[in-house]
């Protein structure tokens, strides 16, 4: 398996991702994050496989969204 660095991503086209109210990237089962050398963190779509800009992530989403199927557990935290 090869191994693939996000932050070398380029990032979404800014008509990829539309501002709405539910359906943003955060809460999307896509989203993922990473973390560059220096541990700056990295917002990523591995659908796309682009970089998502700083607070888009918070604001915006894409035709792809699919809702987030990790189980939250009390005991986890």
Not at 22 to 37: D, G, L, M, Q, V
Not at 38 to 62: M, N, S, W
Request: include cysteine; glycine fraction near 2%; hydrophobic fraction near 30%.
């Amino acid at each position: 398996m090869i191994k693939v660095n996000p932050s070398k991503w380029e990032y979404l086209k800014e008509s990829t991702l539309k501002r709405k109210r539910t359906k943003i990237c955060i809460t999307c089962n896509h989203f993922r994050y990473s973390t560059t050398e220096t541990f700056a963190t990295v917002l990523i779509c591995p659908r796309y496989e682009k970089q998502i800009p700083q607070g888009d992530h918070l604001l915006k989403g894409c035709e792809y969204w699919q809702k987030n199927r990790t189980i939250f557990s009390l005991e986890a935290s």
